[in-house]
C-alpha cells in the first residue's frame, strides 16, 4: 500500500546546473500534480496532468521548468540552469477522484 | 487566487474541540469543500471533503451551511500532534482541468 514517492528527499545543487525530480504517483491514480512550496509559503501550483490529455502547464514559472510523464505513471520535473530562486520543497501528488495524496517532498537547495 | 478565506491563526488548548472556520461565499453548485492540513516539514495531508450534508470521518466532522457560503472543520478533541497549517479549498470533485488553489491557511497551535 505505497503513498506516493518522491526522490531525492534532498537536493543541492550549483546555479546554474539542471536538475531532475521524480514522482511515483500511487498505482492506478489518473492524475498528477507538481506544487513547489517557498520557506513559510503557501504551495504554488505548477503542472497538472490528467490520463492522457495534454498537460496544464499554466503554472511553471518560466520556460527553465519543464514536466513529462510517461506511460502515466511516474512524473519527472526537470529546472534547467538552477537560480537561487529556484529553492524549495517540491511536492508531488496524485489523485483518482478527488482527494489528492501528497507525496513528501522533494528539497532544492541551489547554491 | 484561492476562493476562500481562513484566519490566519488560532490556538487550541489539548483535549478542546478545535473549529476551524472558512468563508467560500461565491462557491458554486458543483463545488465541493475540502479541508487538507500541513504538518511542519511533511505533505499536505487529506482530511475530509462534503457537498452540502454534514460529513464526519476518523480525524474531523465537516459542517457546512445551509447556504453553503461557510463551513466550520472541527477536531473533536486536539492533540498536540494537531498542531498544523490547516487549508480549506472549494473545487469540482472530478480532475478534470482544475487543480487545488492552496491559500495560506489557518495555523493552528495546540497548547498543552
Known amino acids: 500500500g505505497a503513498g506516493v514517492s518522491q526522490s531525492p528527499s534532498n537536493k543541492v545543487t550549483e546555479k546554474g546546473k539542471d536538475v531532475e525530480l521524480r514522482c511515483d504517483p500511487i498505482s492506478g491514480h489518473t492524475a498528477l500534480y507538481w506544487y513547489r512550496q517557498s520557506l513559510g509559503q503557501g504551495l504554488e501550483f505548477l503542472i497538472y496532468f490528467q490520463g492522457n490529455s495534454a498537460p496544464d502547464k499554466s503554472g511553471l514559472p518560466s520556460d527553465r521548468f519543464s514536466a513529462e510523464r510517461t506511460g502515466g505513471s511516474v512524473s519527472t520535473l526537470t529546472i534547467q540552469r538552477t537560480q537561487q530562486e529556484d529553492s524549495a520543497v517540491y511536492l508531488c501528488?496524485?489523485?483518482?477522484?478527488?482527494?489528492?495524496?501528497f507525496g513528501p517532498g522533494t528539497r532544492l537547495t541551489v547554491t | 487566487d484561492a476562493k476562500t478565506t481562513q484566519p490566519t491563526s488560532m490556538d487550541c488548548a489539548e483535549g478542546r474541540a478545535a473549529n476551524l472556520p472558512c468563508n467560500h461565499s461565491?462557491?458554486?453548485?458543483?463545488?465541493?469543500v475540502y479541508w487538507y492540513r500541513q504538518i511542519h516539514s511533511q505533505g499536505p495531508q487529506y482530511i475530509i471533503h462534503g457537498l452540502k450534508n454534514n460529513e464526519t470521518n476518523e480525524m474531523a466532522s465537516l459542517i457546512i451551511t445551509e447556504d453553503r457560503k461557510s463551513s466550520t472543520l472541527i477536531l473533536p478533541h486536539a492533540t498536540l500532534r494537531d498542531t498544523a497549517v490547516y487549508y480549506c479549498i472549494v473545487r469540482v470533485a472530478h480532475n478534470y482541468g482544475q487543480n487545488f488553489v492552496f491559500g495560506p491557511g489557518t495555523r493552528l497551535s495546540v497548547l498543552p
Open positions: 501528488a496524485s489523485s483518482l477522484d478527488g482527494e489528492q495524496y
Open positions: 461565491t462557491i458554486s453548485g458543483n463545488e465541493y
